[in-house]
């Protein structure tokens, strides 16, 4: 492919969507277009660098404000259009988008079930496009590419699903997990992962290390739903800006050893360019190791005499929970080289 493929990025000045905008100005075959924010913004007209010093000489280029005239031009002018905007937001986005022509990845949950009745349960609102949550493809790279490469909309999973089905799915798709007993993922995630905005919760004085949405956060149908079965899901807040740390405590079905537990994990990951394997956990992996990259790191521990197994999972909630991995989809969807994993790429 010698033609370059032109990107927009709505929501630009938030903490994914200026991670995407560096990826695609970085990547060799995407070319950044216009980034946008809120049409009322109060960043309208500055420079991407300006409101995120760590880009100035990368991203020195102006937001603009997202105005019924823009509306109108985005999906005819990008052939790729990011939504990394709230939720409710991206439902009333994509479909404007999708029928100017350009190929849509939201990094929201706005597309992420099939069955509108999940919306007012988990996110608060009535969802309006049910029939575009039927054709939108959930974006977990490793698991779901070939529908990726077809798909006009794709749902790009969440963060804390992102690790965690990242961990589970090879267990889960090998027959090795117990049939009754639910997994129980506990996951701690830097402050990043609630956004820019400022609120009360995310203020530096209030973050200390505690759990929040417990028996109720938006990921737990997300990842039950992905994986084809009931988990337990509790999120943490640490008091660190970004990465994520999932902790996944199963129980094997009966007779199962380690060796097919390495053996799973081997069999799905080793073509992997994105998945890292800690064998036996030789080293435990951790933010420290996955923070500003799009790798997702995976250990785990079998204990064969009492048939239990935890797998670590971290990764940057803002790289491969979010931006790497829409452009992960993007490589998929337009056939592209695996940047930015490939030999010699800079984040
Ligand atoms: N943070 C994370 O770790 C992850 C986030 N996500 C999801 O990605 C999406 C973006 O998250 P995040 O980057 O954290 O959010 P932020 O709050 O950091 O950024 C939101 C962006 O959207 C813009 N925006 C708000 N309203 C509109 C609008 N109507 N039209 C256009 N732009 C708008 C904001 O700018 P302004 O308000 O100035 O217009 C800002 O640029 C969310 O859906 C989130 O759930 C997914 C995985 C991980
Ligand atoms: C620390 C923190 O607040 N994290 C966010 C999850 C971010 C994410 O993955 O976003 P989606 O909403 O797109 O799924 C939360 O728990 O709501």
């Known amino acids: 492919m010698s033609q370059l493929i032109r990107c927009a990025v709505i929501g630009a000045s938030g903490y994914t969507g200026v991670e995407l905008a560096a990826l695609i100005a970085r990547?060799?075959?995407?070319?950044?277009?216009?980034?946008?924010?809120?049409?009322?913004?109060?960043?309208?007209?500055?420079?991407?660098?300006?409101l995120h010093g760590r880009f100035l000489g990368l991203l020195d280029l102006p937001v603009t404000p997202l105005t019924d005239d823009e509306l109108a031009q985005v999906g005819k002018q990008h052939d790729l259009v990011f939504l990394a905007t709230e939720h409710q937001v991206s439902t009333?986005?994509?479909?404007?988008?999708?029928?100017?022509?350009?190929?849509?990845?939201?990094?929201?949950?706005g597309f992420r079930f099939a069955d509108a009745e999940v919306y007012p349960k988990f996110y608060g609102f009535e969802h309006e496009q049910p029939e575009l949550l039927k054709k939108a493809v959930y974006g977990l790279a490793e698991w779901n590419a070939e529908a990726v490469?077809?798909?006009?909309?794709?749902?790009?999973?969440g963060c804390y699903p992102t690790a965690s089905l990242t961990a589970l799915k090879p267990l889960r798709e090998a027959g090795l997990l117990d049939d009754v007993q639910y997994p129980v993922i506990n996951a701690?995630?830097?402050?990043?992962?609630?956004g820019r905005k400022a609120s009360m919760t995310n203020s530096f004085c209030e973050v200390s290390l505690h759990p929040y949405g417990v028996l109720g956060h938006r990921h737990q149908p997300e990842i039950s739903d992905q994986l084809g079965r009931d988990v337990i899901f509790t999120p943490h807040l640490g008091n660190f800006p970004r990465g994520i740390v999932a902790t996944v405590t199963v129980k094997?079905?009966?007779?199962?050893?380690?060796?097919?537990?390495s053996q799973a994990y081997h069999n799905a990951y080793d073509s992997s360019t994105c998945v890292r394997l800690y064998d036996a956990m030789n080293q435990t992996p951790s933010i420290k190791n996955v923070v500003n990259t799009c790798h997702v790191d995976i250990g785990w521990k079998?204990?064969?005499?009492?048939?239990?197994a935890v797998l670590i999972a971290a990764e940057d909630n803002l790289l491969k929970g979010a931006a790497g991995q829409a452009i992960q989809c993007a490589n998929l969807r337009f056939g592209l080289i695996d940047f930015p994993f490939e030999a010699g790429a800079a984040l």
């Open 92 to 109: 009333q986005l994509a479909p404007t988008f999708l029928a100017q022509g350009a190929v849509v990845m939201d990094l929201s949950g």
């Open 188 to 194: 701690v995630s830097g402050v990043s992962g609630a």
């Open 252 to 261: 094997l079905a009966p007779g199962v050893t380690a060796e097919q537990v």
């Open 27 to 50: 990547h060799p075959q995407l070319e950044l277009g216009k980034v946008y924010v809120s049409a009322a913004s109060v960043d309208g007209g500055k420079q991407l660098s300006q």
């Open 149 to 157: 490469k077809t798909a006009d909309l794709v749902a790009v999973p």
């Open 302 to 308: 079998v204990d064969e005499a009492n048939g239990h």
